[in-house]
Structure formats: structure tokens, C-alpha cells
């Protein structure tokens, strides 16, 4: 029964992958097209705070208010007593599940509120005298409610396994933002650039949120319900589940030390470079990070729900002691192994082909404008720093997220505080001592993926031996010597 479900879960998981692959080929194709259009007809300047400044404010609202609840959420068994194929995919949510998937937006709301200003507050006044500057800063954090509305029906989308629907919300939002933020520019002239990519945001958080609405019209609840539950004999009455809200909490502070080191680089280059460097910055990480974002993405969150699941399912996480867990652990090892094996080679091929070509292919792709600035050196290092680093990176933290107890999230926190410093320190070395400026922060941004990556590899090899897998074998997760040579 075990292999049987775990047989299941792969195939989800392999599905959930290649939706998402599709869904991000797709839309990064068109995004691509049109934000080559906004690089042309937006400045540098502008360029760099719609893509570093706002998209740090969104990103950070997004963030703050439902990082820890997602993965929370993914480790909660659906209330479904049916085993039927059409029962789990149609599975109800506790409403103890239900309560807790209201806290993105009931959070979102202030978290907007000061995030917008605070960062309004600390923004210099060059920056600020841009046109529709407040205007623009209002619209991203609006736009980052409208996304978080949405939240409790994606949760209940990937409790139903209906991945289908996110697909759908994501790729008609990512195409409807850069029409709409191509279509003011082009209209209202250079002036209304800022507008523009806010406009375009705004449009991005509408279409997600009608699009989760309209596959779950009946389900949009903004308040949670108070829960009575009896046991032997004692009425019990709550709104959010202890366990489960203290897990939600754990990795929602576990979170926000995450998103200082993952969006650390766009910390510092808004606070140490110019709006022009930022311009600069800004397409060098639009364009290298398109293979991360078309498949290093999907494979890290299908593979974050597969090993949640297949978990979660068999109660792996509890003993060790019966085959059925056993079977489970042993497909998640399998699972990972293979991962990581993805992983290798895709580096090197990128170590091995890209750099060859790259040249020729900046020439092509960078609007002129942008081969005088630091855009070509940036991307440079792209194929051979910093997206091997971001490809295991991301399958480690994956199965971190999902087997993870408290204590163990709790020491991730405290080696988060430790590698923030690291990393802060190595800017400041290779920004400010060395002066490498934004190729620094290329460097310092992979170092702070190379160290999160070997702690979560720790966490799997630890993980495994206190499952008393004796059979693991890492050398799978290697290629073999004739690849090498």
C-alpha cells in the first residue's frame, strides 16, 4: 500500500513539475518579449526601482504573510475519510486547516500597510522625486492584498491536487502584467514608467484572485470560524489549532530570515548602488535566473509537495519501525537522490556550454543601453556561480521544509542569523574593501546559497540516519565517471 502510494504521490509530483515547467515556459516566453519592450522604453533608473525597489516591497509582503503557512499547511492531513481517487481529489479541508490558510491575508493587510511605509519613509529623496513615485509604491502593496486574498484557495487548490488552477491563475497573471505595464508606457510616454509596472502589478494581483475565485466561487471567506470539538467528554473551543499554529509561526520566523539572505542581494544593491546600477542589476537577474524560474522552481515546489505528502501520508515522520514507513522514507530517498543527480548535470552543462556563447548572445539580447553598464559582467557569472548554487540549493531546502520538527526549525533560525552575518560581512568585503560592486553581490549571493544548501544537506544525511536507512547510498546522487571525463 505504501509503494502504492508513494507510486501515486510521483506521478502528482512529475505532473505538478511539468504543468509548472509549461506555465513558466510559456509566460516567461511572452514576458520575455514584452519586458525586452520595457527595457527599450523605460531608463535604467526606472527599470531599477520598478524591478529591484518594488518587486522587493512585494516580494516581502508576499513573504512575510503566507511563507510559513504554506509549508505549514503542506505537512496537514485533508479531512477525507473517502479513499476514492475522486474523494482525494476532492478533499475537504479541517477546518482547523481552513482557519489557519486565513492567516496570509488577515496578516497581509498591516504587513502592507507598514511595509509600504517604512520603505516610503527610508527611500532618499532622489528616489522619491521620480513621477508617480507614492502613486506606484501604493499600487505594488495593494496589488500584494489582491494576491493574498487569494491564498486560503490556493491552499485548498494544493489540498484538492488541482494544480491546474494555479497554473491557469499564474500564467494569465504574469501575461496580463506585462500587457497592461507594456500598453501604459507605450501610451502615456516615458513619465508614466513607474505607473506603468505598478498598473501592470495591480493587474497581476486582480487575475490571480478572480481566477482562484471563479474555480472556488463558494469558498472565499475572509474571517475564520470558531471550532468545537469534544474529547472524552471535554468541550474544546478554538479558532486556530495549537500544533498547528505554532508550526505556522515557527516557519514563518524561519521565513523571514530565509528572505533576508535569498533577497539580500537586492537588499544591498538598493542601498549601495545607483538607480542606474540597479537598472543594470535588474536585467542582468531578469535574464539569468530564466532557467531558474522555468525549472528550478517547479522542481522545487513539486518536490516540496511530494516529500511533504508522501510523509505526511504514511507518518513517516513519527517511527521508522513498520515497512510501510520504511517504504515511504525509501522513496523519498530515491526521489532526492535522483533530484540531486538532476542537479549535477544540468551544472555541468551549464558550465560547459554557456560561457562559450554567452557574448554573442548578450549582444543580441541587451538593449544597447545596457552594454555599457555592469548588465554583461553580472551575467557572466550566472551559468557558473550562481545558478548551480541555486538548482541544489533548491532541492535541499525542499526536504528540509518538509521534514523539519520545531527544534530542528529552530536551529535552521539560528543558523540563518549566523549565515545573514556571513553574508553581510562578505558583501560589505567584496562591495565596499574590494569594490566589486554588483559582480560582488553575484559572489556574496551565491556564497549565501552555498551555505544554506550545505546545511540542508546536512539535514538530509542526519534525517535519514535517524530513520535508520541503512541502505542510503549518496553516490547516486553523483554522475558517473565517464560523464566527468
Not at 479531512?79 to 474523494?87: C, L, Q, R, W
Not at 532557467?291 to 510523509?311: D, G, H, M, N, W
Amino acid at each position: 500500500m505504501a509503494s502504492k502510494d508513494a507510486s501515486s504521490l510521483s506521478s502528482k509530483a512529475i505532473g505538478i513539475a511539468s504543468s509548472l515547467m509549461l506555465l513558466q515556459l510559456l509566460s516567461r516566453g511572452v514576458t520575455f518579449a514584452l519586458n525586452q519592450a520595457l527595457a527599450r522604453l523605460a531608463s535604467p533608473a526606472v527599470f531599477g526601482t520598478a524591478s529591484i525597489q518594488f518587486e522587493l516591497l512585494s516580494s516581502t509582503i508576499l513573504f512575510l504573510s503566507r511563507e510559513g503557512v504554506r509549508n505549514a499547511l503542506l505537512r496537514a492531513k485533508s479531512d477525507d475519510g473517502d479513499e476514492s481517487e475522486d474523494a482525494k481529489t476532492t478533499s475537504t479541508m479541517h477546518p482547523s486547516v481552513e482557519n489557519i490558510s486565513l492567516l496570509p491575508p488577515l496578516l497581509g493587510v498591516p504587513v502592507a500597510l507598514l511595509s509600504a511605509l517604512l520603505y516610503l519613509y527610508l527611500t532618499p529623496s532622489t528616489t522619491l522625486s521620480q513621477p508617480y513615485f507614492t502613486e506606484s509604491v501604493a499600487i505594488y502593496a495593494f496589488a500584494a492584498v489582491l494576491v493574498l486574498l487569494s491564498e486560503p484557495l490556493y491552499i485548498k487548490a494544493q489540498n484538492d491536487l488541482r494544480f491546474g488552477i494555479r497554473v491557469r491563475a499564474e500564467g494569465s497573471a504574469v501575461i496580463l502584467k506585462a500587457i497592461v505595464a507594456v500598453t501604459v508606457i507605450v501610451l502615456g510616454g516615458e513619465d508614466k514608467a513607474l505607473l506603468a509596472f505598478a498598473l501592470g502589478q495591480g493587474a497581476y494581483g486582480l487575475c490571480t484572485l478572480v481566477v482562484f475565485w471563479l474555480a472556488y466561487p463558494t469558498r472565499l471567506k475572509l474571517w475564520p470560524s470558531k471550532i468545537t470539538e469534544t474529547l472524552h467528554g471535554n468541550v474544546r473551543q478554538y479558532y486556530f489549532e495549537p500544533k498547528l499554529l505554532n508550526l505556522s509561526i515557527a516557519m514563518t520566523s524561519q521565513s523571514l530570515f530565509k528572505h533576508l539572505l535569498t533577497e539580500g542581494d537586492k537588499f544591498a544593491v538598493s542601498m549601495v548602488s545607483s538607480l542606474e546600477d540597479q537598472g543594470a542589476y535588474a536585467i542582468a537577474s531578469n535574464y539569468g535566473s530564466l532557467v531558474a524560474r522555468i525549472l528550478f522552481q517547479p522542481i522545487e515546489e513539486s518536490s516540496r509537495v511530494f516529500f511533504s505528502k508522501a510523509l505526511a501520508s504514511d507518518g513517516s515522520q513519527k517511527s521508522s519501525k513498520g515497512s510501510k514507513d520504511k517504504g515511504a522514507i525509501l522513496s523519498v530517498h530515491t526521489a532526492l537522490s535522483l533530484l540531486l543527480l538532476f542537479d549535477a548535470h544540468l551544472t555541468l552543462l551549464l558550465v560547459t556550454f554557456v560561457p562559450p556563447y554567452l557574448p554573442t548572445l548578450l549582444k543580441i539580447l541587451l538593449p544597447p543601453r545596457y552594454l555599457q553598464t555592469a548588465a554583461p559582467q553580472i551575467l557572466a557569472l550566472y551559468p557558473t556561480i550562481l545558478l548551480p548554487t541555486m538548482a541544489f540549493n533548491g532541492t535541499l531546502e525542499a526536504f528540509l521544509a518538509s521534514t523539519s520538527t520545531t527544534s530542528v526549525m529552530k536551529a535552521h533560525a539560528q543558523f540563518l542569523v549566523g549565515a545573514s552575518v556571513a553574508s553581510a560581512g562578505t558583501i560589505w568585503i567584496l562591495v565596499e574593501f574590494l569594490g566589486w560592486k554588483t559582480t560582488g553581490l553575484v559572489w556574496a549571493n551565491s556564497f549565501n546559497l552555498f551555505l544554506r544548501a550545505a546545511w540542508a544537506g546536512w539535514w538530509a544525511w542526519e534525517w535519514f540516519r535517524r530513520n535508520n536507512l541503512t541502505e542510503r547510498k549518496w553516490s547516486y546522487a553523483l554522475p558517473p565517471a565517464s560523464v566527468w571525463t
